[in-house]
């Protein structure tokens, strides 16, 4: 089967489109590079025996998507593509919605006319907003999401819902992540962000890799073991897999459904900073700062539902997170520049 990957260059979608290749599929990527490399994809093929279709180019160009479904015989989509800054989409809301809210309806538009009602997307933890469960289940409700980056998720989950309620064609996975760490074991992809990292793994192997001079860490009076905050970190390897069980899943089902991808365990910001050091035998000098606004104490998942429905789980422990991110940034000091 041949899958459209929107997003394929960027960090989870290039893990994602090396597993479908080394599983077998097809694939097209489409990407506009706003935020990737093209070389991200040449690496890719260079870890597999299969090649890829690139077509550079935005899932706001309808006539583009018509062209892409008219030329490849695509049986279902995954939609990775968005922007995730969340500070940025604050400034910028109305880049944010247009991009990840209009863009995604833009997409299932194209995908209802070329009759491809399979997709699979790039959810969040971020849409369960403030609640006092932990862990959180696919059950709880959303809706309160704090910025808009949060909110455009929450509105496309909307809008997803409705289409598979309206139309028994549809067959939709809304993948909600936690917190995406680590790199493909070859240390040949990894994550590249723009400018100065927000997302606390980034900016610790950059301040290893002598690029910045301290992490701040933010709030150290949260109600957790140490007080600093707690949140469920999850190999970008293990959350690949789970895009290729949702698939299979939604390949021999209709509706939609939601499903958690996380590990479960909770790690505060200085116990990975301490296994971050003995990975990478780097120091990582911190200071202590007020809490960051918009932070919550504790985020968790309860990812039952993906094991019991998918067969899926993670494998991928803390140590081999932090050893994974620390060879691909030693690797690649620069990212893919
Ligand atoms: P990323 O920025 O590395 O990848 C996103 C890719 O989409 C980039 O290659 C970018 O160039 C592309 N893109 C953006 N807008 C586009 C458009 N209009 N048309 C075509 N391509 C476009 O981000 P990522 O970490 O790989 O995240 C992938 C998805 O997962 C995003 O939707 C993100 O919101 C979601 N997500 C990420 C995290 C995380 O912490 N990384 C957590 C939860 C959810
Ligand atoms: N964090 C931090 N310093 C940073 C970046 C993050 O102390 O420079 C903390 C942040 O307050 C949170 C945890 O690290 O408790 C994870 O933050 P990240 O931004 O990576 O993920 P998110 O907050 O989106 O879950």
């Not at 090649?51 to 706001?60: A, K, P, R, S, W």
């Not at 809301?93 to 833009?106: C, E, K, W």
């Not at 094991?307 to 789980?313: F, K, T």
Request: charged share 20%.
């Amino acid at each position: 089967m041949k899958i459209l990957v929107t997003g394929g260059a960027g960090y989870i979608g290039s893990h994602t489109t090396l597993a479908l290749l080394e599983a077998g599929f097809e694939v097209v990527v489409l990407d506009n590079l706003c935020n990737s490399s093209k070389i991200a994809l040449t690496r890719v093929e260079q870890l597999t025996t299969s090649t890829l279709t690139f077509v550079e180019g935005d899932i706001n160009d309808r006539a583009l998507l018509d062209n892409v479904f008219a030329e490849h015989r695509i049986g279902a989509v995954m939609h990775f593509a968005g922007l995730k800054a969340v500070g940025e989409s604050v400034v910028q809301p109305l880049m944010y919605y247009r991009n990840n809210v209009a863009g995604t309806l833009i997409l299932c538009e194209a995908m209802a006319a070329a009759k491809v009602f399979k997709l699979v997307f790039s959810s969040s933890a971020t849409v369960y907003g403030e609640t006092n469960e932990m862990p959180l289940h696919e059950q709880l409700p959303t809706g309160s999401a704090t910025n808009p980056y949060g909110q455009s998720k929450v509105m496309v989950e909307r809008c997803l819902s409705d289409l598979g309620a309206a139309d028994p064609r549809w067959s939709i996975a809304l993948l909600r992540y936690f917190n995406p760490v680590g790199a493909h074991s070859s240390g040949l992809i990894g994550e590249n962000p723009n400018g100065r990292p927000n997302n606390l793994l980034p900016y610790i192997s950059q301040v290893a890799a002598g690029k910045l001079e301290e992490l701040a860490v933010y709030g150290n009076d949260y109600p957790t073991t140490d007080g600093t905050g707690v949140r469920d970190y999850i190999h970008v390897v293990d959350l690949a897999d789970g895009h290729l069980r949702a698939l299979q899943a939604i390949e021999s089902s209709h509706g939609v459904a939601a499903w958690n991808l996380g590990t479960g365990v909770g790690y505060s910001v200085l116990q990975i900073i301490e296994a971050f050091e003995k990975a990478s035998g780097c120091k990582i000098p911190y200071r202590l700062f007020p809490r960051r606004d918009g932070d919550i104490a504790e985020c968790r998942a309860d990812s039952s539902k993906a094991l019991r429905e998918l067969g899926w789980q993670s494998t991928r422990g803390l140590a081999e997170m932090m050893m994974d991110t620390w060879r691909w940034t030693r690797q690649n000091p620069t990212g893919y520049s």
